[in-house]
């Protein structure tokens, strides 16, 4: 588990350090970009999220037909989570034209409704190469060739950071272009990922022994079972990324700082949460492997090791919110004047209490979705998000419009929701159904020709 997991971990964790500093540069530019680079982005992932979620699923494919020693299928499967991917574009051209009018119809401050407009259409442009990077990826995690994965990632991430210094602020001949440079870097992180997942699995040796060429037709029969799987898997992911985003978009009714605190806060959570999704990745790849090879008590025990190391993980990282606040927030203080920042930290420090109370069930939720995903128990996973999703949005929406609550009565509704998620997943995991579960069509061997009959003798007895 550790060799697996931790190529993916360190891959994430990447991901997490390059949102971090990407706010942190946002902050130094203004408050006002930070607090409008939490809506527009989770509005963008938003829009992503349904291809994401199949591209994704893809590594459940890739790893049971490793485990199961049926290779040629692999560029197939793969190929079709690149089309879907591809076909996302028109959906992405509208949505571009439409954000001027989406979020300027929010009640959001003006000056935040531009900047989440500038920073939504520049991040758009690198949807459709961020999706299909993911499905290029799936082959890599599937077959467990993680460190290729974390290479890619880490460089990505490097790149982003190096591009929002340049961009947001204008530096080495570059306009300074703020929250919009912000989004063009990542956009343009996704397009060389894209790009070099391309060169990676067009290699030779890649390409005769998994069918990455041939395999690149669109095959309706593989298309129908990937998005048979794959579609509650791109709705959970749906379900829960556009509840964050509702109820961010709750909080930047209460006003600026609040907004800002909630994304600073996020921002520092994702330092803890981010890593979490390489884990989930080694957990569903490692128990499609093992449920390939008819190992359904070695992908239990997979998936409790996982559990064991992200708890200790996400432990730790609960008590240093709680005891070292302040320590996370260095950076972004460094960047403003004190005054400025006072406010907004003493808010944070606040906000994450409520991080480290769920810091621990949301290690539950990440390791034992992942394992139902491995297995292919997404009917069960898109329950859980349809009604763990929709009953703490409500909540925090008649809360905040209706019944005078603030900022505190939507983050208690956050850790409520991630109570019921882990709590849910734990539970249907011990009850073992996954155990029998297969997402791959079985393998029904082709028959050998009978061997002809050996030829009678005409001898006289034959008469």
């Known amino acids: ?18 949102h971090f500093v990407d706010r942190m540069f946002l902050l130094w530019h203004s408050r006002d970009a930070m607090a409008a680079a939490m809506p527009a982005g989770l509005t963008f992932f938003a829009l992503i999220c349904f291809p994401l979620g199949i591209a994704t699923y893809v590594n459940t494919f890739v790893a049971q037909y490793e485990g199961a020693g049926r290779r040629r299928e692999v560029g197939r499967v793969v190929w079709q989570g690149v089309w879907l991917g591809m076909a996302i574009l028109p959906a992405v051209a509208a949505l571009v034209w439409a954000a001027p009018m989406v979020f300027g119809s929010l009640g959001h401050p003006p000056r935040i409704a531009v900047r989440e407009t500038l920073y939504f259409q520049s991040l758009a442009f690198g949807a459709v190469p961020g999706v299909v990077a993911h499905a290029f990826a799936s082959f890599f995690t599937g077959r467990g060739e993680t460190r290729v994965v974390m290479i890619v990632d880490c460089g990505a991430s490097a790149l982003n950071i190096v591009l929002d210094y340049f961009w947001i602020f204008g530096v ?15 956009a343009t992180a996704h397009w060389a990922k894209c790009l070099v997942y391309w060169r990676l699995v067009t290699r030779r040796r890649y390409v005769k022994r998994y069918g990455l060429i041939t395999g690149r037709r669109l095959d309706w029969p593989l298309l129908a079972r990937l998005l048979r799987f ?50 989930g990745i080694a957990v569903s790849t490692l128990v499609g492997q093992q449920l390939g090879r008819d190992r359904p008590d070695m992908a239990a025990r997979a998936t409790w090791t996982a559990y064991i190391m992200g708890s200790l993980y996400m432990g ?54 992942s394992a139902l995903r491995g297995a292919g128990d997404m009917r069960f996973v898109l329950l859980v998000a349809l009604v763990t999703a929709t009953l703490p949005v409500t909540a925090a929406w008649l809360g905040t419009e209706y019944w005078g609550m603030g900022l505190y009565w939507v983050w208690t509704c956050v850790t409520v929701w991630v109570t019921l998620m882990g709590v849910s997943y734990f539970a249907r995991f011990l009850h073992g159904r996954w155990r029998t579960m297969r997402v791959i069509e079985p393998d029904v061997p082709e028959p050998r020709p009978e061997a002809p009959e050996p030829p009678v003798a005409l001898g006289a007895e034959s008469f």
Not at 1 to 18: G, Y
Not at 172 to 186: C, H, R, S
Not at 240 to 247: C, D, N
């Open 172 to 186: 080495a001949g570059f306009p300074e272009l703020g929250i919009e440079g912000a989004g063009w870097a990542t």
């Open 316 to 369: 730790t990282m609960a008590v240093l919110y709680l005891g070292a606040p302040n320590l996370w927030l260095l950076g972004h203080a460094a960047g403003t004047s004190p005054a400025e920042f006072n406010a907004l930290r003493d808010l944070t420090v606040v906000l994450l209490r409520f991080v480290a109370v769920y810091c621990l069930l949301d290690a539950m939720n990440m390791v034992f979705v």
């Open 230 to 279: 794959g579609t509650p898997n791109a709705v959970h992911m749906l379900m829960e990324v556009s509840a964050f985003a509702a109820m961010n978009l709750l909080v930047g009714r209460l006003g600026e700082l609040p907004l800002a605190a909630t994304t600073l806060a996020f921002n520092v959570n994702n330092l803890a949460w981010v890593p979490m999704i390489g884990l």
């Open 1 to 18: 588990m550790l060799a697996l997991a931790l190529p993916l971990v360190i891959s994430t964790a990447s991901w997490s350090i390059m």
